[in-house]
C-alpha cells in the first residue's frame, strides 16, 4: 500500500514568509509525527497527534510553527514569518496505534530552505 | 530528557567484512530501541529493533543486541554490501512517556569495493 506522503518535495521561501507543509499517514494510522532533520543530524522531535488531538508539542521550537491535523489523518504543519534557521528537512512520520513501541513509518520530508 | 548517544559519526569498511554501530541511552526504563537505516535524500527506513525484554535479535545480516544494566546497544551487520552504504540512526523512547523518539546523531557507514 501506499507509504507516508509529503508534499511539497522542496519549498524555498524568503525570510518572513509564511509556508505550509503536507503529510499524508498511511490509512488507518492512528499516530502521526512532525520531525526536524537538521544536515547531518539525526531527526528531532517537533509534535505528536493521536488521532485529530495534539498530545504533544514540546518539540515545537517558537510560536512561529503550528500544526494541525482536524479531521485525523492529513497533517499541515504552518510556519510563520520563517527565517533562516528554519531551514532544514521535516519529516512526517505515522505510527499504527499510540502504543510506545508501533515502528514509525516516515516519509521522505519537505526540504524547506530560507533565504 | 532522555540522551541518545552514538559513535562512531563515520565508518568505512571492505565490503565483506562487518560493522558495529554503538549507542548509549540515559533513561533506565526506556524499553524500544530502533534503527533505522537513510540513503542520501531519501526517508529514514527501520531496519530492526530490539525490546528490552531480550538481549539480541537477528535478522539475516543484520543483528542488535542490547544491554540494559550498561544502558547501550549496538547494530551489527555483517558481510557488509555497497548497497549498506547509508546513515544509521539509532533511537530510543523519549522520556516522560508517549511514543516518540529520540534519535541519535548518526553513523555514515561507506563500505568500499
Known amino acids: 500500500g501506499a507509504g507516508v506522503s509529503q508534499s511539497p518535495r522542496y519549498k524555498v521561501a524568503k525570510r518572513g514568509q509564511d509556508v505550509a507543509l503536507r503529510c499524508d499517514p498511511i490509512?488507518?494510522?492512528?499516530?502521526l509525527f512532525w520531525y526536524q532533520q537538521a544536515l547531518g543530524q539525526g531527526p528531532e522531535f517537533l509534535t505528536y497527534?493521536?488521532?485529530?488531538?495534539?498530545?504533544?508539542k514540546s518539540g515545537l521550537p517558537s510560536d512561529r510553527f503550528f500544526a494541525e491535523r482536524p479531521e485525523g489523518s492529513v497533517s499541515t504543519l504552518k510556519i510563520q514569518r520563517t527565517q533562516q534557521e528554519d531551514s532544514a528537512v521535516y519529516l512526517c512520520?505515522?505510527?499504527?496505534?499510540?502504543?510506545?513501541?508501533?515502528?514509525?513509518?516516515f516519509g521522505n520530508g519537505t526540504r524547506l530552505t530560507v533565504t | 530528557g532522555e540522551n541518545v548517544e552514538q559513535h562512531p559519526s563515520t565508518l568505512s569498511v571492505q565490503e565483506g567484512d562487518s560493522a558495529v554501530i554503538k549507542c548509549t541511552y540515559s533513561?533506565?526504563?526506556?524499553?524500544?530501541f530502533p534503527w533505522y537505516k537513510q540513503e542520501l535524500g531519501k526517508r529514514p527506513q527501520l531496519i530492526i529493533d530490539?525490546?528490552?525484554?531480550?538481549g539480541e535479535k537477528k535478522d539475516q545480516r543484520i543483528a542488535v543486541t542490547l544491554n540494559k544494566t550498561a544502558k547501550h546497544f549496538s547494530l551489527h551487520i555483517t558481510e557488509t554490501q555497497p548497497e549498506d552504504s547509508a546513515v544509521y540512526f539509532c533511537?530510543?523512547?523519549?522520556?516522560?512517556?508517549?511514543?516518540?523518539?529520540?534519535f541519535g546523531t548518526g553513523t555514515q557507514l561507506k563500505v568500499e569495493l
Open positions: 533511537a530510543s523512547p523519549s522520556t516522560g512517556g508517549g511514543n516518540k523518539l529520540t
Open positions: 512520520a505515522s505510527s499504527l496505534d499510540y502504543r510506545p513501541n508501533s515502528p514509525l513509518h
Open positions: 497527534f493521536q488521532n485529530e488531538a495534539q498530545l504533544d
Open positions: 530490539i525490546r528490552s525484554n531480550v
Open positions: 533513561d533506565s526504563a526506556s524499553n524500544y
Open positions: 490509512s488507518g494510522h492512528v499516530s
